[in-house]
Each structure stands twice: as structure tokens, then as C-alpha cells.
């Protein structure tokens, strides 16, 4: 046997190897949705901050109840929030539709249930959503973070910037629900 034998042995088990690395890498998603996120939500009203700008220590006193079931459709998400309040005769219901591809795209706001555009991709376990939020007289960027706390809770953490640059953060707190009433 040739000394050149083993070496050429030990080149054809690296490029085996590395072939069949890169079609590991090829077949694997290129989301980083996180499975965690699947299921019913219920949000936590006591440690959720209010839902108007720069107000967080106000009480809440008619808050919706708030429910969010996440569904995971390949790389992208389906959302179902039903809010009901003791005044509404019956629940909302807002759909929604995130395309993860990082492209505009028109979905629901949650909030409103206004068709708007936005962006929405995966990143690191989490699920981030850019869009514009334009009133009369207003206009804002926001950017919605989704993510799966340590303690296993789902947050979402909204970040607006208005007209006069003057940030508004605000998070949503959401623990596991068995079913939307």
C-alpha cells in the first residue's frame, strides 16, 4: 500500500462528510419558529402594561378579557384573539394571517381588525412584526416581539416611535389557557 493511500482515504471521508453536511443544511428551515408558541393565551391583565401610550400605571378597570390561540402553518402563523368585556353583547374576533418571509404583506391588526401591511419573520426563537399605524394627524412605526419567556410565558413587547421620535414601549403578558370560551 501506497503512503498516499490514507490520505486520500481521509480526503474522500471529509468530502463525504461535508457533502453531507450541506444537504443537512440544505433541507433544514430556514425559520426559527419556535413550537412553544402553539396554543391558546390568556393575557395576563396584572402584569400587562395599559394599552395607551405612555400611561402604564393606569388602571385597567374595563379591560377586555383577551385570548390568543397561535397556530404555526408551515413557517408562518395564524392568530385568533377573542376579546370580550362585560358591556359587548358578544366576543371579537380578530384573524390573522403573519407571512414570515420578511416581505410586505397585507394582514388584520389585532387591535382594530383594519387590514394593514406589515413585515413578519423569524429570528432567533422569536417572532418579530413591523408595520405603520397612520390616524388623522399621526403616524407611527411599530414593531411587535413575540417571544416564549424562561418562565414560560408568551410576551409581546411593542415598540412605537410617533412623529416626535419619543418611544413607547409597552409589554403583554399571556400564560397558557386550556380553551378560548
Known sequence: MSPIAPSRRSLSATLLGAALAVAWFAGAPAAAQDERFV?????????SDAPWPGRPDRPQPNAADIEIEFRL????????QTSRRRDWPTPQHVNVTYVTDNKR???RDLGSGRMQE??????KKKLTVSFTVSLPGFEAD????????????????????????????????FVRASAVQ
Open 39 to 47: 396554543g391558546i393565551w390568556q393575557k395576563d391583565i396584572s402584569r
Open 73 to 80: 402553518v408551515g413557517d408562518d402563523v395564524e392568530l385568533t
Open 105 to 107: 404583506h397585507a394582514a
Open 118 to 123: 406589515v413585515r413578519a419573520r423569524w429570528r
Open 142 to 173: 411599530v414593531q411587535q416581539i413575540w417571544e416564549i419567556t424562561k418562565q414560560g410565558d408568551l410576551l409581546q413587547t411593542i415598540a412605537g416611535r410617533g412623529a416626535e421620535g419619543r418611544p413607547d414601549i409597552r409589554k403583554n403578558y
